[in-house]
């Protein structure tokens, strides 16, 4: 049976080593070598060294005493219990001086509490070499006093030196454990500054990815809302310019003045556009609001389109960029029943204001719900747009075709929304529009509507 991940014990933070570690490794090891050779020297020729062997031998094992500490960063516990181990029989065995060894047996003993990743061993290992040294402390300090070496100062004599060895003892590995521990301490607490600080810096680099991609999508959806309306609204003048220009030159003239006239109005928005684009999340006073209702109507029936605007209730009481998105899906709603429901369908855009939302519908009684009617061409972003712009002002969207007939779109905002900070994700808001309640007739969320269904593989451009 597998452990649950709340049984699994976290994985062992790791010191990261040094750079070049095996190089100073190498080097400490040969530098105290030679200082405890040179030492043996020293203090055989100053006052006998306590041996058993020549001074030859014990300066080689001053030597042989440093070799581990070549591997400390590495191996610190094994190295710990070798050099413990090499001090105890040079001392009993060969003999030592008491100042370089003494220096090799505490970089021993501080390296494991610095650099052993396994705490818990490295506790351990310690109290254990530190025990056993203490044994073999009282068994020396015991048979100093059997063998009378203090001589004429008889017990006073033997308790200094015994206060002397065990003071010493206690402050070296007592400073080694506490140096030892402040290290890795120090290291892991460093190691989780540069840690948060990547992540900081790689969450500055998806911010800043995120702001230019949703910098794009809101000029493509500003593109798209402005530059489709009149584009579509000029190829429809146009096409009735050209048919009626043999039989009606007036009414052609009419036609090519509503196309002169929607090319400024273009040109218009997309100075207002990128008015609003340059000066960040500021709305001017140019951009279209809900009270422009009446002139977007009033152009779709320059054209020709049967619309027809009706409002319910108080004018609406919203923040400007809440009115703007309104307007768009007005307008791209118009502009889509234009390009799919046919030309005698009657589009109908109703505001109505309530308590504690404000809801626009745009709806047309074309051909959108027929079975069998091939959909027009159209870039499938929409609806895409519509759902991104009621979900930046916590709001909702659906769209899809009515029971009796043609399409319906329908968006709500609180009476209170607010423009969010575009850092919310708008980009990645997915497309939940879904037909309307009334639309809900069994096969005919199928049917392909005014450019395919909403939940399937097409959308409504």
């Not at 306590?50 to 080689?60: E, I, K, Q, S």
């Not at 010493?168 to 454990?177: R, V």
């Not at 209730?313 to 429901?341: C, D, F, M, S, V």
Request: hydrophobic share 45%.
């Amino acid at each position: 049976m597998r452990p649950s991940p709340a049984t699994q014990e976290s994985p062992q933070r790791r010191r990261a080593l040094p750079t070049g570690w095996r190089r100073r490794d190498c080097l400490e090891a040969v530098v105290l070598a030679l200082a405890g050779i040179e030492l043996v020297y020293l203090s055989d020729f100053v006052q006998k060294v306590p041996r058993t062997l020549d001074v030859g031998w014990v300066a080689v094992g001053a030597a042989v005493l440093a070799a581990p500490l070549a591997w400390r960063h590495r191996f610190p516990v094994a190295v710990m219990v070798a050099v413990s181990f090499l001090y105890f029989a040079l001392v009993s065995w060969v003999g030592a001086e008491m100042y370089a060894s003494q220096v090799v047996l505490f970089l021993g003993f501080y390296t494991v509490g610095a650099w052993c990743p396994d705490r818990r061993r490295a506790t351990w290992a310690r109290v254990a070499v530190a025990a056993g040294m203490a044994v073999w402390l009282v068994w020396a300090t015991v048979a100093r006093f059997t063998d009378g070496a203090d001589g004429e100062r008889g017990v006073n004599g033997y308790m200094a030196f015994a206060l002397i060895q065990f003071l010493i003892n206690i402050a070296y590995f007592s400073g080694a454990w506490v140096f030892g521990n402040r290290s890795w301490d120090a290291a892991m607490e460093r190691q989780d500054l540069r840690a948060a600080h990547e992540e900081i810096r790689e969450q500055q680099d998806r911010l800043a990815e995120q702001a230019v991609s949703l910098e794009r999508v809101r000029i493509a959806r500003e593109l798209h809302d402005v530059v489709a309306h009149h584009v579509t609204a000029m190829g429809v003048q146009a096409g009735a310019a050209r048919v009626s220009m043999p039989r009606n030159p007036d009414a052609a003239a009419m036609h090519l003045r509503g196309v002169e006239s929607s090319a400024r109005n273009a040109v218009a928005e997309l100075k207002t556009m990128v008015h609003t684009l340059r000066d960040g999340e500021g709305v001017p006073d140019s951009v279209p609001r809900l009270r422009d209702l009446e002139d977007l109507v009033a152009q779709a029936r320059g054209i020709g389109q049967d619309v027809v605007l009706e409002r319910i209730g108080p004018e609406p009481e919203l923040p400007p960029t809440a009115q703007l998105a309104l307007y768009r899906t007005a307008q791209e709603g118009i502009t889509n029943a234009r390009k799919h429901a046919g030309p005698r369908a009657t589009v109908t855009v109703r505001l109505r204001t309530g308590t504690e939302q404000v809801e626009l519908d745009v709806s047309d009684d074309g051909r959108g719900a027929r079975l069998g009617d091939a959909p027009a061409a159209g870039t499938g972003t929409g609806l895409v747009g519509m759902v991104e712009r009621m979900a930046s002002l916590g709001g909702t969207l659906e769209a899809g075709p009515k029971a009796e007939g043609g399409w319906l779109v329908r968006a709500t905002v609180p009476v209170h929304a607010t423009a969010l900070d575009s850092a919310l994700g708008h980009a990645s808001v997915p497309v939940q529009a879904s037909a309307p309640a009334r639309a809900t007739v069994p096969g005919q969320a199928s049917a392909p509507g005014h450019a395919g269904t909403i939940a399937g593989t097409e959308e409504q451009p």
